[in-house]
Each structure stands twice: as structure tokens, then as C-alpha cells.
């Protein structure tokens, strides 16, 4: 099967620190391509992959000091896409929706998975605007604010297998918090939890322009009156292996309609268990009692960090093998692709041992 995968400019696929959607990409990309599929990737220059790379723009947005606007960008590279469209059996996005209007005419081959929320209040008139447009939720919790749309399937997220080494005896005596410094993520109770039980808790968490005022004025002097409490800042991928393997827990103390939450699933691929608040997606990510522990407050949090440093961590990673690969991810794509009204797939006979034709098979 040809399939385009369209990925965000912001970030590099996949990112050189952090960046979810990215990432996914990534691992979507080459798990298809090691299953046998020609696939092509548009995203910026500087990404690394096994597909086919189409280069959008010369490094990530982000990363690059002269772009001022995102915008002209995304633009250049939709254009790019619209007249090489018939060149793929299926066009996988991860762009949100700036392409909607531009795929009306061969939407029926199209998916977009949602990585977002989807319960702010502009896009429920979108969406409503476009319900033939093929979707993707990356978890069932997502779908609740979102009008009748065309659902093709929920697909968690997946990882590859070996990319974060499991972690049977954690050599550091400290919970973990991972992610972005915001208030929907609540790094302030990661830090009330560590404290209540008297752990050391490390923080490797990005500080976004638009989260500068709320660390400021509200993390950063938390930080400054816990002794107990280490901010490490941004981290890679390299990094993230040591800093999620050797923690006893992560700590995952959302307060917001989380679509998936990567970190779970990364920390159970070091064996690493998770306390998280069952907000969103956390109750379809997290096995409780087995992968980690679903909580509703900072004090139950607390009461259950010790049970939680004492889960079986083989059990943690053979739950991420089971249910979290990105081959898994792949397959569960590729089922979606096939079932599209406009993918373009060729017949060929199943046949008995002694070569006579059974019946048709569809193949991609």
C-alpha cells in the first residue's frame, strides 16, 4: 500500500525533545515501513525516518529563529500534498485541521487522527462543518465533546518494543514527573504527593512561552520551598530511558480531558509503574492494580505510593508489550486504511495446496 504520512512542521519527526504528535509519527511511519508498505513522509528536513522523506521545510519550525508564522509554512506544504495526492493509495494526517477544505475531493482515502483536546468551544461548529471528513480518535474518552462525525476507529498509541529498555531494579529512590509545565498537568500536585510521602521528586518538564507566567509565579517558588524537589528541565529521548527506568513511580496528577498521555505508556516500557488521576484517557491507558494505580486526590495519591513501589514491574512492561507496540499501532491503522470507500486495493486469489483458486482476497 502507498500511504503519505502529513506531519506538523513545529517539531521534527521525530522530535529532538519534546513533542507527542511527532513522535507517534515516527513510530507509525516506520512500523508501516517495516511491514512492507511504501510510505512517504511530509515533514520537515531535518527528520529521520525509513520512509520516503519530502522535505517541507529546511529544519523544524520551532527550532528556527527566522520564522516568525507557522502559517505560510503549513500552506506551502498542503500544496505540496494536493498535487501529489493521486500519487497514494491512503493520506494519513496529524495536522489538526487546516486540511479539511483542501481534501473534499478524495477524502473517501483520507484519515486524520485528532492528537488534541476536543472539548474547546470553537471546534464543535468545525467539525460540524465537515462530517464526512474521516477521523481517528487516540482514545474513546476523546470523542465525548465532539458532534456527529465520520469515526473510523480509536487507536492508542504505540512504541516501539526497544526503545526504552526495561527496568527491573530501579537504582534512584524518587517519583518522576514528565511532560510540559502547565495547569491542566498539575505539577503541583507531583509536587504536594512527593512531599506528603517524603520522596525525592524529579522534575524533566518543558516551559512553554505560554506556561512562563504559571511556572513563575507558582511552580518555580514551590520548587525553590521543597528541598525534596529537583526541576531538571527539558529532556531527550536518551534521557528519558534513565530518568523514567530509574524512578520507583511516575507521577501522572492531570486535571484536564487528557486525549491519551504518552508518558503513561513510555514509563510502562521501562516497567516503571503510574499514579494517575483518572481523568481522560487514563482509565483505557492505565490497568489498575496492574500497570499502575488510578487516584482522585492528592491524598489518595499519597496513600498509594507505596503500594504502587511495589508492583511487580515485569507485569508493568508485559502490559506495555501486550497492549502498547507500534507494531500493534500500525495494524490497527492499516485496518482503517483498508476499510476507507476510496482506497484502491487489487484482488488476488487465495489457493489450495494443489493451486486451485479459492476465492478472492483482498490485498493492500
Known sequence: MKIAQIAPLAESVPPKLYGGTERIVSYLTDALVAQGHDVTLFASGDSITAAKLVSCSDVALRLNPAVKDHLPHQVVMLDEIRRRAHEFDVLHFHIDLLHFPLIREFADRTVTTLHGRLDLPDLKPFYSAFPDIPLVSISNDQRRPMPPVNWSGTVYHGLPLDLLPFTEKPKGNYLAFLGRISPEKRPDRAIEIATKVGMPLKM???????????????????VRRHPNVEFIGEINEHQ?????????????????????????????????????????????????????????????????????????????????????????????????????????????????????????????
Open 204 to 222: 524533566a518538564a518543558k516551559v512553554d512561552n505560554a506556561d512562563r507566567a504559571y511556572w513563575e509565579t507558582v511552580i518555580e517558588p514551590m
Open 240 to 364: 528519558k530511558a534513565d530518568f523514567l527506568g530509574n524512578a520507583g513511580a511516575l507521577l501522572f496528577p492531570i486535571d484536564w480531558p487528557e486525549p491519551f498521555g504518552l508518558v503513561m505508556i513510555e514509563a510502562m516500557a521501562c516497567g516503571t509503574p503510574v499514579i494517575a488521576f483518572g481523568c481522560g484517557s487514563v482509565p483505557e491507558v492505565i490497568d489498575n492494580g496492574v500497570s499502575g494505580v488510578l487516584v482522585d486526590s492528592v491524598a489518595d495519591a499519597a496513600e498509594n505510593v507505596e503500594w504502587a513501589l511495589k508492583m511487580d514491574r515485569k507485569k508493568v512492561r508485559a502490559t506495555f508489550e501486550a497492549r502498547f507496540s507500534a507494531a500493534r499501532m500500525a495494524r490497527d491503522y492499516l485496518d482503517i486504511y483498508r476499510n476507507l470507500p476510496g482506497v484502491r486495493t487489487k484482488a488476488a486469489p487465495l489457493r489450495r495446496a494443489n493451486g486451485q483458486d479459492l476465492d478472492l482476497q483482498v490485498v493492500a
